[in-house]
């Protein structure tokens, strides 16, 4: 998969994972483009053995712009994003995911890049398919991720994970 979108990548003139099309230099000391940061994340979600909080700074931003209740709006500093999804591992037990892609783009700011990550599988809660669709804005410095805005659909987020009737009781009114 990655390498049918690297050639498409490079074909339309946005780069690869190696690098963004027109000979940029790699934004850190390490050498790490954001592009290659953000199919890392990509990796995470799909399950390949990545340690989420390792891809951030140690004094990053998390933030989820549009966060459900029950889930922080902010977390500041890779410890407290490590306890944070360290603590949802659970989670996962609720669906199968039978499939993650990732349209990644960059940005006229060379440290930033949006990440569109999909999954798709078996929701165990609503014994149905599943469809989730989440965008990242990154920003990446030294090769680490220094700030995060993770967009998500609250709606499809909790029906995903069961937590409809926490949703609908943290917005009525009383």
Do not use: C, K
């Not at 902010?74 to 499939?99: K, N, P, Q, T, Y």
């Not at 890049?113 to 030294?142: C, F, K, L």
């Amino acid at each position: 998969m990655a390498d049918a979108y690297e050639a498409a990548g490079a074909a339309e003139g946005r780069g690869t994972a190696a690098g963004p099309a027109g000979g940029q230099e790699a934004v850190g000391g390490a050498g790490r483009w954001p592009r290659e940061v953000a199919d890392d994340v990509r990796r995470m979600v799909a399950g390949e053995g990545v340690v989420f909080a390792d891809l951030f700074a140690e004094d990053a931003v998390f933030t989820y712009p549009f966060a459900a209740p029950g889930m922080p709006g902010e977390l500041v500093g890779r410890e407290a994003i490590r306890e944070f999804f360290g603590a949802r591992g659970d989670a996962r037990s609720l669906f199968r995911m039978d499939g993650v892609d990732a349209v990644i783009r960059e940005t006229d700011d060379p440290e930033v890049v949006v990440a569109e990550i999909r999954h798709h599988g078996w929701s165990h809660v609503n014994n149905a398919p599943y469809r989730h669709t989440a965008v990242g804005v990154i920003r990446v410095r030294d090769g680490l991720i220094v700030h995060y805005d993770d967009y998500m659909n609250p709606i499809a987020t909790a029906q995903l994970l069961g937590r409809t009737n926490d949703l609908a009781a943290a917005l009525t009114v009383t």
